[in-house]
């Protein structure tokens, strides 16, 4: 499956499917990259993130890609399951000289068993 | 041990009230952030506070003001709330500027205003 991140809000796969999130972000001045998981009833948690000096980084079931000359940064989950079922969101840190991380809109992703 | 943490967990007001959020954070962060998240989802930066001073303060009311006693703790005092002041309110912490290594949320605070 797979999603347009900041205005598409929703995203069902079927469980053992990989499942593709995206977002673009606003700052081509933005140099770090996270992806976060928000579960229901608690508060966003790291997943991955990335340099801007990058453009692929995998983590365990997880790979982020950064494509800087579209601004375009995706999320990929393998072998989906319902433990991944949550909102996720991309996050762009915009240097201004403190850590100020914005974050967009958000995508849920529905595993369906 | 809990790394960021919130109280309360739910809050409930009247119009006009005001109240405290308290947060506190054991992972030695020399900054601390209050983000506001909406009914959509959207995850909006109030406030951070680096070694007790004010770094970045976004457009919101005057109403909201943070207090930091110390650089373990960053508490979200409200003014006269509204009813557009129902959100969860999220405390974080970070690495100072510069590590980049990302922030760490507390659980959230639930606020409905009635």
């Known amino acids: 499956g797979e999603s347009v991140g900041l205005h598409l809000p929703t995203l069902s796969v079927q469980e053992g499917d990989n499942s593709i999130i995206n977002c673009a972000y606003s700052?081509?001045?933005?140099?770090?990259f996270i992806w976060y998981k928000q579960e229901s009833g608690k508060g966003p948690q790291f997943i991955i993130d990335?340099?801007?000096?990058?453009d692929k980084r995998q983590g365990q079931r997880v790979t982020v890609l950064l494509n800087k000359t579209v601004k375009h940064l995706s999320l990929q989950i393998a072998a989906t399951q319902p433990g991944d079922s949550a909102v996720y969101f991309c996050?762009?840190?915009?240097?201004?000289?403190?850590?100020?991380?914005?974050f967009g809109t958000g995508t849920r992703l529905t595993v369906i068993p | 041990d809990t790394a960021v943490s919130q109280t309360p967990k739910y809050l409930v007001t009247q119009m006009g009230n005001d109240k405290s959020i308290k947060c506190e954070q054991n992972?030695?962060?020399?900054?601390m952030y209050w983000y506001k998240q909406d009914s959509k989802k959207f995850l909006k930066i109030m406030f951070s506070?680096?070694?007790?001073?004010?770094?970045i303060n976004e457009t919101v009311p005057n109403r909201f003001s943070p207090k930091s006693p110390d650089k373990a703790h960053l508490n979200l005092h409200i003014n006269s709330l509204e009813l557009g002041d129902s959100a969860v309110y999220f405390c974080?912490?970070?690495?100072?500027?510069?590590?980049?290594?990302?922030?760490?949320f507390g659980s959230g605070t639930r606020l409905t205003v009635v």
């Open positions: 700052n081509s001045a933005s140099d770090y």
């Open positions: 996050a762009e840190n915009i240097r201004t000289g403190a850590n100020n991380l914005f």
């Open positions: 992972l030695g962060h020399d900054t």
């Open positions: 506070y680096n070694n007790k001073e004010l770094i």
């Open positions: 990335i340099r801007s000096n990058m």
């Open positions: 974080a912490s970070s690495h100072p500027p510069g590590a980049l290594y990302g922030y760490t």
